[in-house]
C-alpha cells in the first residue's frame, strides 16, 4: 500500500489535515505535494459519509488517506479500512487497556478482532487478492495511537510496545492543557519539547511511527529536527488563509 512503501523513504512525511466535507478538498489538498491526507471526525466536521466517500479520490493522487476517528469510536476504525483508509488515528489513548480495544478493530486475528469485509480495499488495491490482503494487512495498514494526556505520558512505553500499535501521534495541544494541570492551551509548551523529542526517539528505537501535529511552519521544522516521520504540516482552514494572505498582501497597497 502507498503508506507504508512511502514509509520506506526515510524522509519526513509532511501531510495535511482536512476538517470539513467540502467534496473533492481533500484530494486536491493530496495533489498540492502533501506526503497524505488526514481526514479528522473527532473535531473536523467529517460525517460517515463524507468519509466513506474520500479514499478513492485520494487514492487517485497517488497519495495514502489516513482517518482520525472519533474518541472510542473503534467500530468506525475497522469500517475506515474497509473503505480504503490506510491508517488510523485513535484519539485519547490514555492506557494499556484503550490500545488493546483500538488494536482489537484494526487487526485481524491471531493480532486482533477486525470482522472480514474489505470490499472496497481490495477494489482501491487491485495488486491484492482476498488471500493477499488478509495476509498483509496486519503490516500494511497502520494503528496509531494518540498521546494527548499526562495519564498517557506515564504509560506511552507500554502502549508503544504493544503488539498491533504501529506508532504514536502526539496532539500538543491536548497534552499541553494535562501537562499544565488545565493552566494553558499552549502547543509550543516549552516544558513538554523534551518529552516530544524521547517519543521521536523511542519510537525509532521501536522501528514505530512517530508523528505529530504542527500547529505553524516553526514547529513543523523543530517536529523534523527532533525526527519525527510523520508531521501535520497544515489543515484546510490554514491553507486558505495563508494563500489569501500571500495574495492579499501582494495586491492590497
Not at 58 to 63: D, P, S, V, W
Not at 117 to 139: C, D, I, R, V, W
Request: glycine share 8%; charged share 20%.
Amino acid at each position: 500500500m502507498l503508506l507504508t512503501r512511502r514509509l520506506e523513504n526515510p524522509d519526513p512525511m509532511f501531510i495535511a489535515w482536512s476538517s470539513y466535507p467540502a467534496a473533492g478538498m481533500p484530494a486536491r489538498m493530496a495533489r498540492a505535494g502533501f506526503d497524505a491526507v488526514v481526514v479528522d471526525m473527532q473535531h473536523g466536521m467529517h460525517s460517515e459519509s463524507s468519509v466513506l466517500r474520500e479514499p478513492p479520490e485520494i487514492l487517485a493522487t497517488g497519495k495514502p488517506p489516513i482517518l482520525r476517528i472519533p474518541v472510542g469510536r473503534n467500530d468506525l476504525a475497522s469500517r475506515g479500512l474497509d473503505a480504503g483508509f490506510e491508517a488510523v488515528i485513535a484519539p485519547m489513548i490514555n492506557s494499556v487497556e484503550d490500545a488493546k480495544a483500538f488494536v482489537a478493530a484494526m487487526k485481524y486475528p491471531p493480532i486482533g478482532e477486525r470482522s472480514w469485509g474489505p470490499a472496497q480495499a481490495l477494489k482501491l488495491n487491485p495488486e491484492h487478492t482476498m488471500g493477499s490482503y488478509f495476509k498483509s494487512a496486519n503490516g500494511e495498514t497502520l494503528a496509531i495511537a494518540m498521546i494527548e494526556t499526562m495519564r498517557a505520558v506515564e504509560v506511552y512505553e507500554d502502549i508503544l510496545a504493544l503488539d498491533g500499535i504501529d506508532g504514536l501521534f502526539i496532539g500538543p495541544s491536548d497534552l499541553s492543557i494535562s501537562w499544565s494541570g488545565g493552566k494553558t492551551v499552549n502547543a509550543d509548551l516549552p516544558d513538554m519539547q523534551d518529552f516530544l523529542a524521547e517519543v521521536a526517539v523511542k519510537c525509532a528505537e521501536a522501528g514505530k511511527l512517530s508523528a505529530i501535529y504542527a500547529t505553524s511552519v516553526e514547529s513543523v521544522v523543530r517536529a523534523r529536527d527532533m525526527g519525527f516521520r510523520m508531521i501535520t504540516a497544515t489543515n484546510d482552514d490554514l491553507l486558505i488563509q495563508t494563500g489569501a494572505d500571500s495574495i492579499l498582501n501582494r495586491v492590497r497597497v
